[in-house]
Every structure is written in structure tokens, then in C-alpha cells.
């Protein structure tokens, strides 16, 4: 669920204007799932801009505090949002952890890194969702160690019909600042692309997995 649409419209003008995320629709990009994409999305390059990064972690912060109330500690889901994640949690004066996409073969093999008590209320930062599974196997992870999860809030979001499927099974609420709905919607108005670029991104979206197989 996007929170506000001039935060929503505002973040992707942002993410498009440092090329955090591209549209390449003539020369499609290969997902790390096999998925062929007119899209990609990178949004951990955000941290090299002060100003902008700021506007993020700060509409994140409050929003955190504004659909959950203050948690315990934030958590952030590696690599992606580890950064976003910490400034979220240093905003809102918080601890924070992050959690692995599993268990560390050496060492203590922790998955969840840093100080986390039993029944601490945590809200997990995201950096981008897509089906929405590597998210959740975080979720999985911190309930596991006995953490309670208020919610999930994201920075962007493909909108699949599958993520939003995935989070209703694990009946865990999401939020996100902005949407691939937004991005078109401003890549669009802004001429960043053209009319029949603009056909092929509605197609894709409409069946991604099966764009150009």
C-alpha cells in the first residue's frame, strides 16, 4: 500500500533522476530469477546523495512511528536496506539489527545480526519488493528468534499480484513510499520516456514472468 501520493510521486522522481532505477524497454535487463525486465531497480545508490537519502530515511522515519508507533527496533534486510535501514533507526533514535538471507555457515552463523531480546516489537525497512519472498524470509527469521513484527515498510514496490498474495499469507502488513504505477505515471509525464516505451512497461507488468519467453 503506497502511504501518500505526493511521497509517492516525490520518490520517484527522485529514484529516476540518479538513475536508481532505469527503463530500458529496447534492451531489456535479466533478473537474478531469469525474469527478462524493461526495468531495474537499484535503490542502495540513493545513499550516495545526501539530500536525497535524507528525504528518504526522514519520510521512512516518520511513517514507521505513524502506521506502527514506535517499535523496539528497526530491522533492515540484507544487503539492500542495511543502509537505509540504520539511518531509519538512527532518526527514530532506535537500535538496529539486519537480517541475512540465511544463516552464516562460520562464526556463531547468525541470520539475524545484532541485539535482539524475545518479544521485542521490530518493523522491518525494505529497499525494494518484487514477489516478495526474500523479504519474508526475513520476517520468518526474526519470529523465529522471537521477535514480534508490527509491519514491513518499503521504498518501492513492483506491485506484483504475487507480493501481495505472499504478504496476506504471512499476514503481514505492508507499506511502500512509492510504486511502479507512480514511476510510469512520472517517467511519462516527464518525457523520460515515449509512448511506445510506455506500451511495453504496461505489458510487461501485466505478466512478468512470461515477458518474452
Not at 15 to 26: C, G, R, S
Not at 67 to 91: E, N, Q
Request: aromatic share 8%.
Amino acid at each position: 500500500m503506497v502511504l501518500d501520493k505526493n511521497t509517492a510521486k516525490k520518490t520517484a522522481e527522485l529514484l529516476l533522476q540518479i538513475n536508481a532505477i532505469k527503463l530500458k524497454p529496447e534492451n531489456p535487463f535479466t533478473w537474478a530469477s531469469g525474469w527478462k525486465s524493461p526495468i531495474y531497480c537499484d535503490n542502495r545508490i540513493l545513499l550516495s546523495y545526501p539530500a536525497i537519502r535524507n528525504y528518504i530515511k526522514g519520510e521512512m522515519a516518520k511513517q514507521v512511528e505513524n502506521l506502527y508507533g514506535m517499535p523496539d527496533i528497526i530491522a533492515g534486510v540484507a544487503t539492500g536496506a542495511i543502509g537505509i535501514g540504520a539511518l531509519v533507526a538512527d532518526t527514530l533514535g532506535l537500535p538496529f539489527i539486519y537480517v541475512r538471507p540465511e544463516p552464516k555457515s562460520h562464526g556463531r552463523k547468525n541470520q539475524v545480526e545484532g541485539h535482539l531480546e524475545k518479544n521485542q516489537t521490530v518493523v522491518v525497512i525494505e529497499d525494494l519488493i518484487s514477489t516478495g519472498r526474500s523479504s519474508l524470509n526475513a520476517v520468518d527469521a526474526l519470529r523465529e528468534e522471537g521477535a514480534k513484527v508490527k509491519g514491513m515498510l518499503a521504498i518501492f514496490t513492483y506491485g506484483f499480484d504475487t507480493a501481495q498474495q505472499n504478504f496476506e499469507e504471512k499476514a503481514l502488513q505492508l507499506n511502500t513510499l512509492s510504486s511502479y504505477e507512480y514511476l510510469i505515471d512520472q517517467a511519462s509525464d516527464t518525457g523520460y520516456i515515449k509512448e511506445d516505451q510506455l506500451k511495453t512497461l504496461m505489458e510487461w507488468r501485466t505478466n512478468p514472468s512470461k515477458w518474452l519467453q
